[in-house]
């Protein structure tokens, strides 16, 4: 596997909604004038459109840059789907690529539209910077032209994708809202606005209820300004953050000793195992999350905690195959697996301790 896809940790940071919002995705979805799209191209095409795509994108994007074509790697591309949440690319056909890019950057070429490229952060952090995203679109747009008409705006093969192209996606922590049953009201209310919600349980499919972890998705309409589409999305966000910490410091002065117990016995684990099953470390890592936004439990020094929980939630498995490689293949067991597991969340969780004296 090459190292590029792991040792970069390309989103995680700090930022001051952390606690409720665990990332932020803005994309942009861009069609070439003149050319089919990529479902009624000829792999002929494809190639042409790629290396046009691949050129650009080289001239405006090139430090870290990193490219994945149907020769590279698959453990690779697995690292991807799991550092970058992007479940839904499985492969990698003749004539596609996916390419990641410093600041959180991430695209695909003839994967629906001809470039899909987007920003990711933690928090709300791409939302404060979404001009950036705007800027990188208009230096393509010198190199490209873009189908596009006045009346309709960009043109992409998906409906929901005409007019700015514009889409986000945000993976929100939301304890409060799933423990006050809230979750079914908070839902409909943002289904009226046009945003989508899932609950969220590590490879975006639907889990149970009690799940704290929510996929929120918006793709602004046809006819709508980005900066429209943008401050729509930060007044649902803001909604959110608002009822969720409302909601905590509501909670907390009833349950606040069973998510400490939770939380401190999670811990505890994680910093302690020397096996480690997969689901069984996401639960913990979710209930140590809780203990910290409630507000319940309290470490000597936590300054990095939240994103070094999200770290090892999204990047532990890749990290896993990446050591694995330095064993013989007939070597490797389940156990072996495990025990990487737990030795890799020990090395980071090593550094915290929680305050008894609270």
Known sequence: MNKACVENWFWFGDNSDLDCIVYC?????????????????TNEDLEEIQTWLLRSLSSIESESQYIISPHGEVDCL????????????????PGQAVILGSKGFFATINMNAHLYFSQMGPGTQKLETWKELIALDERLDRDLNWACTEAYGFLNPD????????????????PGIMDSSMYERVMKGLLSQGFELSVYNGDDSQGEAASPFVKLHYTVPPGMPEQEGIERIKNALDGLITGERATRDRLAQNISDEIADSASR????????????????????????KGLVYNCVHFEHQEGLLQHLDR?????????????????????????????RAKLVRSILSQYHIDRGI
Request: aromatic share 8%; net charge negative.
């Open 266 to 289: 999670a811990f505890g684990v994680l910093s302690h195992a020397r096996l480690l099953e997969k689901e069984e470390c996401r639960t913990y890592l979710s209930d140590v999350r």
């Open 25 to 41: 995705r803005l994309g942009l979805y861009r069609s070439i004038a003149g050319e089919l799209f990529p479902h009624r191209c």
């Open 312 to 340: 090892l939630w999204f990047t532990t498995e890749a990290l896993i195959r990446q050591n694995l490689e330095l064993i013989e293949p007939h070597q490797i067991t389940e156990k072996n697996i495990k025990s990487l």
């Open 159 to 174: 409906p929901h994708h005409i007019g700015s192209g514009l889409e986000c996606e945000a993976l929100l922590f939301l």
């Open 78 to 93: 697995s690292s991807v789907r799991e550092v970058f949440d992007v479940s839904s690319i499985s492969t990698v056909q």
